[in-house]
């Protein structure tokens, strides 16, 4: 059922979605500027491996509350100037409302939304998700936080490069040691394997819906951002090809 909410109830509603997000929360907002509660559960959400994608008006974005959202380790944070929806949701609930993710808005403005619930509502949910996620997908990443994980990637690279001397040349009777690899969710180092490409943390968290499809963040190989990796197919397409060759 279609629930109805006026402002305090919204707000009550999306805590509770990013409470019970089990692996993936969307926040669309053409204003964002989030009170502290609302924060600090995103950081412990985000601590559980919760990816947190946000959208928003660039323009309308201050440096300090984007300095807030980037604590975030698994934020995908994006843009859109002509954004004008709000819509919060996670797996299994949807808050479209008139309410920005705004302090001033949750405290001041008159506001109201509804609620739907996937196992409830199944058809509306999904089609309201259908039109969600265009509004994700056509938005555009902040290059700031791409050139920030590439600097980690490339800082973690240099780093065991330096830790370890180089190996003389083995010989036939040798074993090999496994090459070096990243979670496709976090960037963490993890030994390379195309059919464990998650570290235990995230794979967790994975696990509990077990989608083989679902896209992450990062190349299984070369620990690239910013790559749609899966499970089924975790390295990126310029290391496939390499593979290939």
Not at 198 to 206: E, G, I, K, L, R
């Amino acid at each position: 059922m279609v629930a109805f909410l006026n402002k305090d109830r919204a707000y009550s509603e999306i805590v509770g979605i990013v409470s019970k997000a089990v692996a993936k929360l969307v926040l669309i907002s053409p204003y964002i500027k989030i009170p502290t509660d609302l924060l600090e559960r995103l950081k412990y959400m985000d601590g559980k491996g919760v990816r947190t994608i946000v959208v928003c008006r660039e323009d309308e974005l201050k440096p300090e509350v984007k300095g807030e959202l980037k604590q975030l380790k698994n934020l995908d944070l994006r843009f859109d100037e002509d954004l004008h929806a709000k819509c919060f949701y996670n797996e299994g609930s949807m808050v479209i409302t008139s309410l920005n993710l705004y302090e001033h808005s949750q405290q001041h403005n008159r506001e109201m939304g509804i609620l739907i619930n996937l196992k409830e509502e199944p058809d509306v949910f999904k089609e309201a998700l259908d039109e969600a996620e265009f509004i994700v997908g056509r938005a555009k990443k902040d290059s700031t936080i791409k050139s920030i994980f590439s600097g980690i990637v490339k800082e973690a690279k240099s780093a065991i490069d330096s830790s370890f001397p180089e190996e003389p040349k083995r010989t036939r009777t040798q074993s090999r040691a496994k090459p070096a690899g990243y979670c496709i969710r976090c960037g963490k180092n993890i030994a390379y394997d195309s059919k464990a490409p998650y570290c235990p943390d995230c794979y967790s968290v994975w696990a509990k819906y077990k989608d083989p499809d679902y896209e992450e963040e990062f190349c299984h190989l070369c620990g690239t951002p910013n790559e749609p990796t899966t499970m089924n197919k975790p390295i990126c397409i310029s290391c496939f090809r390499k593979q290939k060759r």
